[in-house]
T-cell receptor, first 111, second 115 residues
Framework: GENVEQHPSTLSVQEGDSAVIKCTYS??????FPWYKQELGKRPQLIID?????GEKKDQRIAVTLNKTAKHFSLHITETQPEDSAVYFC??????????FGSGTQLTVLP | GAVVSQHPSRVICKSGTSVKIECRSL??????MFWYRQFPKKSLMLMAT?????????EQGVEKDKFLINHASLTLSTLTVTSAHPEDSSFYIC???????????FGPGTRLTVT
């Protein structure tokens, strides 16, 4: 089955700096890669996603890049703000439409 | 649109009892629903996938006789934790997916505490 690895597990940045979280996946058939933000005790919130036929996608301060050959994808957050502090999960899904999550990254944005 | 509700949000039960959690898609038909379990400071782990009108498909290591899943309609799936034990205490989250597309819409989760 699919295996998704995510790093770093924790990330602290100064407000206004950029944050980058990286994930790798194992199943070359995976074709949908969402990123979620989860606050304590809350549901995961989709912040951006990318499909395998696209290399990069951007939505305001958030961007995701995908390298299918290397089987890795990354989340980039620019101009970080304290409210960006949360746990971020990457995930990958294939033909069965089942999500396999990464282990999560605790992002702390220091004011 | 694409709202998923989950009930109850919190439940405390005694060891040996059963607990039922409901997951509803409020404004769309969910052909597939997924159940996840999340332990503190851990990731979401898929427990099972259910398609409307079919038996659920359980992930390896998840006991189907302990975690009963029913997906009787296109808007409702239930997870029953039978003979609950303290180690079943966790955050249970459902998600729903429409026929088209890969996106899953998550419910708000249920915090289960077994005493």
């Amino acid at each position: 089955g699919e295996n998704v690895e995510q790093h770093p597990s924790t990330l602290s940045v100064q407000e206004g700096d950029s944050a980058v979280i990286k994930c790798t996946y194992s199943d070359s058939a995976s074709n949908y890669f969402p990123w979620y933000k989860q606050e304590l005790g809350k549901r995961p919130q989709l912040i951006i996603d990318i499909r395998s036929n696209v290399g990069e996608k951007k939505d305001q301060r958030i961007a995701v890049t995908l390298n299918k050959t290397a089987k890795h994808f990354s989340l980039h957050i620019t101009e970080t703000q304290p409210e960006d502090s949360a746990v971020y999960f990457c995930a990958a899904t294939g033909s069965a439409r089942q999500l396999t999550f990464g282990s999560g990254t605790q992002l702390t944005v220091l004011p | 649109g694409a709202v998923v509700s989950q009930h109850p949000s919190r439940v405390i039960c005694k060891s040996g009892t059963s607990v039922k959690i409901e997951c509803r898609s409020l404004d769309f038909q969910a052909t597939t629903m997924f159940w996840y379990r999340q332990f503190p400071k851990k990731s979401l782990m898929l427990m099972a996938t259910s398609n409307e009108g079919s038996k659920a498909t359980y992930e390896q290591g998840v006991e189907k006789d302990k975690f009963l899943i029913n997906h009787a309609s296109l808007t409702l799936s239930t997870l029953t934790v039978t003979s609950a034990h303290p180690e079943d205490s966790s955050f249970y989250i459902c998600s729903a997916s429409a026929k088209r597309g890969y996106e899953q819409y998550f419910g708000p989760g249920t915090r289960l505490t077994v005493t």
